[in-house]
């Protein structure tokens, strides 16, 4: 049986962005609600938080301590979406190290696991606070299993509708991790075009799918089968960590595609017999987005349901549509990766 696990703490309840605002602690309370009725077998862990030394490897330590000094100060904004207030700063820390613990568990015991961590982090840029995010979680967990665990090479894959700017910038320049995101074209945070491919050593590294608006299951099965799966095979990570939005799924209010419950089920499903097949570590799973309390709920349980290896009944139908959303990534990647070379 795959062990797995989901990481969560009482703190993360603590962190106030104010009222009426999307990212809330009511999206943590209604996930936890489902999982404990949910029939997967799991083990609930509570993270420690990551050090400061850890999240300076993604940030910088002015950044690290002016979040530290405004939590200290009772609070404020980083911007305009971006509250901190007196928890903020230890949560923040805790849901970093949510990812820091998940991947060296991932790689000395082959465990699997779900972060049920808030603030989230994909927005999170080196010097910046954005979009709700605080530290960038998925980027600290990448940079430690690089630098700390001996992992040679990391995918991360971004199924948030937002595309991932700050993991991104993180890790442009650098051919050890292959980002991977597909996102709402034109949308927040306005980056993520198909040929932002990465720079230098590292180009080739980044993939960024930009969806038009109403995309849903018969883009994922594309994708999939077609371009991420053969480049995934052909890059050979040693670690998967999924940054696991689901403000992409049919209904969310800050949404726009129109991802089903059981599109999750099934990414974290391949991505699970990913790893498998390539004796890779993970998939590990960090929360990002997805504001609809109830739908999140439901389908972090099916995430769940996949990481554990329970089939399901995917079978959209993949339309001419579907094949043309993925022609421009194809075209801007094709002269780095030849197992593109077939794709059309």
């Known amino acids: 049986m795959v062990a797995l696990s989901v990481y969560f703490h009482e703190r993360f309840l603590d962190h106030d962005t104010g009222a009426w605002h999307p990212e809330s602690s009511v999206r943590l309370v209604a996930a936890r609600r489902a999982l404990a009725s949910a029939d997967v077998p799991f083990e609930w862990r509570e ?9 300076a490897r993604v940030h910088a330590p002015e950044y690290i301590q002016s979040v530290e000094r405004l939590a200290d100060r009772s609070g404020g904004a980083l911007d305009m979406d971006t509250h901190v207030s007196p928890a903020s700063y230890e949560a923040a820390l805790l849901a970093a190290g949510a990812g820091v613990e998940a991947v060296k568990r991932a790689v000395s015991v082959g465990e699997r696991a779900f972060l049920l961590v808030r603030p989230p982090g994909h927005h999170a840029v080196r010097s910046r606070g954005m979009g709700f995010c605080i530290f960038n979680n998925v980027a600290v967990a990448a940079a430690y ?13 971004d199924w948030d509708v937002h595309h991932g700017n700050g993991t991104q910038d993180a890790f ?14 034109n949308h927040y945070p306005g980056t993520g075009a198909a040929f932002e491919v990465g720079a230098g050593p590292g180009k080739g590294f980044t993939m960024n799918v930009p969806l038009s608006h109403g995309a849903g299951d018969g883009l994922v099965k594309h994708l999939f089968e077609a371009v991420l799966e053969p480049m995934a095979r052909e890059f050979r990570p040693g670690l998967v960590l ?8 049919q209904g969310d209010p800050l949404g726009g595609l129109r991802l089903s419950a059981d599109a999750f089920h099934w990414m974290a499903l391949r991505f699970a017999q990913m790893a498998d097949e390539l004796e890779a570590a993970g998939p590990v799973c960090f929360l990002e987005g ?10 972090v349980v099916r995430t769940l349901e996949g990481l554990a290896g329970r089939v399901v009944n995917f079978i959209p139908e993949v339309s001419d ?16 990766w030849s197992v593109l070379d077939e794709v059309h």
Request: aromatic letters at 8%; charged letters at 20%; a negative charge.
């Open 47 to 55: 993270p420690s938080p990551a050090t400061t030394a850890q999240v």
């Open 321 to 336: 549509s579907d094949h043309a959303e993925v022609t421009s990534t194809v075209n801007a990647l094709r002269e780095h």
């Open 290 to 299: 997805g504001y609809e309390p109830e739908l999140l709920a439901g389908s």
């Open 145 to 157: 299993a690089r630098a700390e665990l001996g992992v040679e090479r990391v995918l991360i894959f």
């Open 172 to 185: 442009y320049q650098d051919p050890t991790v292959l980002y991977a995101s597909m996102h709402l074209r």
């Open 242 to 249: 999924i940054s696991s939005g689901y403000d992409s799924q």
